[in-house]
């Protein structure tokens, strides 16, 4: 086993926390806009107009591209495992190669 399948149970815990967050990110979401129709409901005006333009053309895009890096972190550390797996079994195979090489000497 190398160090780095060692450390496999520890991202995947990390990537667990991350989609959690993703998903508390997501909930928090729904909720904001949730709350738009009620505080127009009793915030009567053009700055409760404005203030409901603003939550939908400004925070639920930053929300949006949060959850979305959010999601990018496990793509990502998903991509980055792959790698190191797919390493560690050419390593394996070259040493077992050169292993193979010196027997032969």
């Known amino acids: 086993m ?9 991202i995947s815990n990390v990537m667990a926390g991350i989609k959690q967050q993703q ?11 949730g709350y738009v129709p009620k505080v127009q409901a009793v915030w009567v ?28 972190m496990n793509l990502n550390l998903t991509k980055a495992q792959e790698i190191v797996q797919q390493a560690d079994s050419q ?3 070259l040493a077992s190669s050169l292993g193979d ?5």
């Open 91 to 93: 390593v394996k195979s």
């Open 45 to 72: 005006g053009q700055d409760a107009t404005e203030f409901g333009n603003d939550v939908m053309r400004k925070l639920v895009p930053a929300m949006i591209e949060l959850i979305a890096a959010i999601g990018g």
């Open 2 to 10: 190398t160090f780095f399948q060692m450390l496999v149970p520890d």
């Open 101 to 105: 090489l010196f027997g032969q000497i």
């Open 23 to 33: 998903q508390i990110s997501s909930q928090l979401l729904d909720t904001i806009k």
